[in-house]
């Protein structure tokens, strides 16, 4: 019994380590699936976002030092106490198809969609549906979280479209709960 745990976590432990998990997004929700993805134990994280942090942002668990700091910073700092050893590339930058021609060929990519605006993150299911083999959309409010996954998504032409909540930025504990779901599907 104890030997087959051992295989099992040596089999994830090498999936994991042949992947590379895109992050688009570091806002609250973002900041969350890194952090997960760290502490699963991804090898390989690249991290997608021009955006400062500022106080507003505290909202959503970045920390009264990380303001004026760059978002994927913020978030890479906290994303290495949980894995010092993993791959990670920040880019203090809104997120281009051309960013595709940097991913390591090889390896498994994962591409998890946290930002803000719904048509944004339809324009990306678009340009990394051929590229990904697992794809993640999320959106989070007050009152509604929406998570889209799909381990085939070059078999969808489009990405699946859906109102996009309207209302008051979610809390950190709505945005952990959603990040977790998220990650949840993507370690199955």
């Known amino acids: 019994m104890k030997n087959s745990k ?22 609250g929700l973002g900041r969350q699936v890194a952090i997960l993805l760290a502490s699963l134990g991804v090898r390989h994280l690249s991290l997608y976002d021009p955006r400062i942090v500022s106080e507003k942002d505290m909202a959503d668990g970045f ?25 990670l590339l920040t880019y203090h930058a809104r997120f281009r198809r051309s960013h595709l021609t940097s991913w ?11 930002s803000e ?3 944004t993150r339809k324009t ?14 999320g959106e989070v409010g007050t009152e509604a979280i929406k998570i889209v996954c799909s381990d085939q998504p070059a ?5 699946p479209s859906y109102a996009s909540q309207t209302g008051e930025t979610p809390d950190v504990v709505t945005a952990t709960l959603a990040a977790a779901l998220m990650v949840q599907q993507f370690s199955k």
Request: net charge positive; with cysteine; glycine share 4%.
């Open 104 to 114: 390591k060929p090889g390896l498994r990519h994962a591409v998890f969609l946290c």
């Open 155 to 159: 078999k969808r032409s489009l990405a």
């Open 117 to 119: 605006s719904a048509a």
């Open 6 to 27: 051992i295989r099992r976590k040596n089999r994830k432990s090498n999936r994991l380590s042949q992947c590379h998990a895109a992050v688009i997004g570091a806002g």
């Open 63 to 87: 920390l009264d030092y990380d303001v004026g700091m760059p978002a994927v910073d913020a978030v890479a700092n906290v994303a290495h106490q949980y894995h010092p050893q993993m791959e």
């Open 124 to 137: 990306h299911w678009q340009w990394v549906c051929h590229t990904a083999q697992f794809l993640c959309m």
